[in-house]
């Protein structure tokens, strides 16, 4: 009958990783991935030994939901605009009675369908006078 070697167990091992000095991170890196471990630091190598450990216990992700990962890396990201703020960001606010809804676009800022270079710009066009937009509307 032959003696089986006992896996220690997984909460245990990975414990052990935040205690380990750099050559033997490096150490567990070529047993778990089989290659010398990256020239990195021991955090990046404790997290991504955590990783790996675990996803080779428990089973790594579905196909399904690498494939959506991967299109959600490949989606552009959205930029800002030159005010600092986000397209489709709505700003809000009541100005002696009325409310008054200002939406960041690509170029700027839109205000009942006239564009503004800046949320200050809006704000002052509400208001008459000078104004932080950011300010006026709560944001700052």
Known sequence: MAIEKKQPNIRMRIARLQVMELDELQAEWREVYG???????????????????????????????????VEIGNTPKVRPNPGGVIPGTRFEREWKGNLYVV????EGFELNGQNYKSLSGAASAITGTQWNGKKFFGVK
Not at 46 to 53: E, H, M, T, V, W
Not at 103 to 106: D, E, F, G, K
């Open 35 to 69: 290659k010398p471990a990256p020239d990195c630091g021991r955090i990046f190598l404790r997290r991504q030994l955590a990783f790996r450990i675990q996803e080779l216990h428990y089973g790594g992700l579905c196909r399904e939901t690498q494939k959506g990962l």
């Open 103 to 106: 939406t960041a676009t690509v």
